[in-house]
């Protein structure tokens, strides 16, 4: 057994009649909680995120380099480093799967 429920073992030990209600309570909460998050879907890993040059974005977009640039205000993956642009790759991959349901 867990060290952790060692205590509450001794107390179900120990308690009076009229209190183990009260823990058999606390105890169904404690499970109903443990099973909620067994039930639970699992919370997506997203990749850790890099940073394209234009060339390698366009690359992946299947775009010109100049497009890129021309649009780049409308596209929501795209990031300024000082005075040149750099693109998400998870930004990227979220517009693409986007692109695909909305033409599918």
């Known amino acids: 057994m867990r060290a952790e429920l060692e205590s509450i073992l001794e107390s179900a030990r120990q308690l009076s009649p009229?209190?183990?209600p009260r823990l058999l309570g606390d105890l169904e909460?404690?499970?109903a909680t443990a099973l909620a998050r067994l039930a639970?879907?699992?919370a997506?890993?997203?990749a850790p995120d890099a940073l394209l040059d234009v060339d390698a974005a366009a690359d992946r977009l299947g775009m010109s380099r100049s497009?890129?640039?021309r649009h780049a205000s409308r596209f929501p993956?795209?990031?300024r480093v000082g005075?040149?642009?750099r693109f998400s790759v998870n930004g990227i991959e979220?517009?693409?799967r986007q692109q695909q349901r909305r033409h599918h």
């Open 18 to 20: 009229a209190e183990l």
């Open 29 to 31: 909460e404690i499970k």
């Open 40 to 42: 639970a879907p699992a």
């Open 44 to 46: 997506p890993v997203q």
């Open 67 to 69: 497009y890129l640039y």
């Open 77 to 79: 993956f795209v990031r």
């Open 83 to 85: 005075r040149s642009l």
């Open 94 to 96: 979220n517009y693409l």
